[in-house]
């Protein structure tokens, strides 16, 4: 049943592949032996439009690029903040399924858990090479405890080294990122150098690939980007999300009092907000999708916007339904791909060890 489940699911993802075709990511490499992607997703909350298109979609174009590409589920993160345990279990194997179904091939990269993969503490000799005030300084960490109060974890402090260490942990040289990871991977940057320096050459300083994709906005604070974790229900929209919840949320999205469609992300963000999300999902151009709108509303608009959203997340949607419901072919496909990102840890850990004198 496992067997069938899974050549199944191949077919579908071809199917969903070919389906699937997004703006394209900023110029990258071809293929190259010697280079490494590594990237990684928390297993907290269900992917949005955002996550899709500010990141997954470039994920899974990165797999015909690159021989060796690491996707990482990483549960580790998501402990800064409290979690239910049987909820965190299970949001593990429904993030493995949105993965899949978007595309995410166990043929072509390796997709894994992080906590299986022991090698990681790798982040504890990295965290002992930075200083407090450098983590201190990172403007993410500024507002999580603004945000948080006296109530933030030291995780919260420390996690942009143990993401420094998922990254080093298999001498990852490309790592896709958004606008918002830029100071972390200076920080990653800087820790590969500081060893290289202390130890002699050992890291590639991991360079950036940022995706052509800008921030998607949230649907109702044009000037915030749409995030998981938004209390608004009508300000994110979620790839499970039914056609008529997507219908919904575009059509409460905040615009102004102007109706014509334009694009001017300085004075109209909420228009060429849904502008660029329309480009996106359809692959045209935002030239393009301006000029096709000439003559439509904005009230109007927000509704062919809305069924081109539909449109792109139907086969994804339906994927992840059938995936979900083979928990053996998910599990499987976790432990195979920790064991492969295990196998090229393992190496780099015990060389580190060495360096460094615990081994």
């Known amino acids: ?16 592949r070919a389906l699937h075709k997004g703006p394209e990511v900023a110029p990258t490499s071809q293929k ?17 439009l955002g996550n899709y298109l500010g990141a997954i979609e470039s994920w899974v174009k990165l ?10 589920i990483v549960d580790l993160h998501s402990l800064t903040v409290p979690q239910d345990p049987t909820v965190l279990q299970q ?34 000799i990295l965290t002992c090479m930075v200083r407090l005030p450098r983590l201190q300084h990172l403007h993410q960490w500024k507002v999580k405890t603004a945000q948080q109060k006296h109530h933030g974890m030291m995780g919260l402090l420390t996690y942009p080294v143990l993401q420094a260490a998922d990254i080093l942990s298999y001498k ?3 790592v896709p990122v958004g606008e918002d990871q830029v100071q972390h991977m200076e920080l990653v940057q800087d820790l590969a150098q500081s060893f290289n320096k ?27 980007k749409m ?7 009508l300000a994110t929209v979620r790839i499970t999300d039914s056609p008529e919840e997507i219908v919904t949320k575009f059509r409460k999205a905040v615009t102004d009092f102007t109706s014509e469609v334009t694009y001017d992300p300085a004075r109209r963000e909420g228009v060429s907000n849904l502008v660029a999300i329309h480009a996106a999902v359809t692959g045209l151009s935002v030239e393009e999708v301006v000029h096709r709108s000439i003559g ?64």
Not at 1 to 16: D, E, F, N, W
Not at 205 to 215: C, E, F, G, H, R
Request: glycine letters at 4%; one cysteine or more; a positive charge.
């Open 63 to 72: 797999q015909d690029e690159y021989d060796t590409v690491l996707y990482s």
């Open 32 to 48: 190259d032996s010697m280079e490494r992607v590594f990237s990684g997703i928390q297993p907290t909350g269900i992917l949005h």
């Open 91 to 124: 949001s593990i194997l429904d993030m493995t399924a949105a993965l899949l179904a978007c595309g995410i091939n166990p043929e072509k990269s390796i997709l894994f858990q992080q906590s299986q993969v022991s090698e990681h503490q790798l982040s504890w």
């Open 172 to 174: 990852s040289t490309h």
């Open 198 to 224: 202390k130890y002699g050459q050992f890291f590639p300083v991991p360079q950036s690939i940022l995706t052509s994709m800008k921030k998607v906005k949230s649907l109702r604070d044009p000037s915030a």
């Open 1 to 16: 049943m496992a067997l069938h489940a899974m050549r199944k699911a191949r077919g579908c993802r071809s199917v969903i």
């Open 227 to 233: 995030s998981k974790s938004d209390p608004d229900r």
């Open 296 to 359: 439509i509303d904005t009230a109007h608009y927000k509704r062919v916007v809305a069924e081109a959203v539909i449109e792109k997340f139907a086969p994804i949607k339906n994927e992840i339904e059938k995936l979900k419901m083979d928990k053996q072919y998910l599990e499987k496909v976790l432990h195979t791909g920790s064991a492969k990102a295990k196998e090229l840890a393992y190496p780099v850990i015990q060389e580190v060890k060495k360096l460094v004198g615990i081994l």
